[in-house]
């Protein structure tokens, strides 16, 4: 299970915090490991991935099955995550369904705070740490018992029911997540990115 420290260290690394550093540090100021666990209180941190193309300028979205909305990949930590990237990477694959993808950054790329409504049990509000990766969009994704559909869309076409908060940090995650990618690799490919395939 990720560590108080690693947690910290990730957040502290993040590219840009939204203006959520404070509020993150108030959290595991206050809760200590139990903010890494979805039973350990009400506020907890999650882990996300925003899956982009920068060839086709789209982005790869889950349409979630209790939200109701279109989203990145992400969700709660679990036991064996040893980091919130790994966590962020085991979303996306199970997710997503793509066979193959390659990390932006091992950084994360943004860090949001939101309140959750309806159907999310105990669950009041997720510190979510956004990570990033690349695909093309002949990759075809599949749809997990988590979601409703998973599809590509180009940041000019977004679908209407995205969730409330990404009308408009969407296009600004993606432009953080083509940035990294192409500081990190200016001929496509970054050295330190990691190819990630689906556990069988």
Do not use: K
């Given at each position: 299970m990720i560590t108080l420290d690693t947690a910290r260290a990730e957040v502290a690394g993040?590219?840009?915090?939204?203006g959520f550093a404070e509020a993150f540090a108030q959290l595991f100021a206050a809760a200590g490991p139990a903010a890494l666990v979805r039973?350990?209180?009400?506020?907890?941190v999650t882990a996300s991935c925003l899956v982009v193309d920068p060839a086709a300028e789209a982005?790869?979205?889950t349409h979630h099955r209790r939200a109701r909305r279109w989203m990145q990949f992400?969700?709660?930590l679990e036991s064996a995550d040893a980091s919130l990237h790994a966590a962020a990477s085991r979303e996306a694959v199970e997710e997503s369904g793509l066979d193959s993808f390659t990390w932006v950054s091992p950084a994360p790329i943004d860090l949001h705070v939101h309140d959750l409504a309806g159907d999310f049990g105990t669950c009041r509000r997720h510190f979510d740490v956004v990570f990033?990766?690349?695909a093309p969009v002949s990759q075809l994704p599949a749809v997990s018992e988590e979601s409703l559909d998973v599809?590509?869309?180009?940041l000019s076409q977004l679908p209407e029911a995205l969730m409330p908060d990404l009308v408009v940090r969407l296009p600004q995650l993606y432009r953080s997540a083509v940035e990294q990618f192409d500081r990190a690799a200016p001929e496509g490919l970054s050295p330190a990115a990691e190819p990630?395939?689906?556990r069988g």
């Open positions: 993040a590219v840009r915090t939204g039973q350990g209180t009400a506020e907890h982005v790869l979205l992400g969700g709660h990033a990766a690349v599809a590509w869309f180009p990630l395939t689906p």
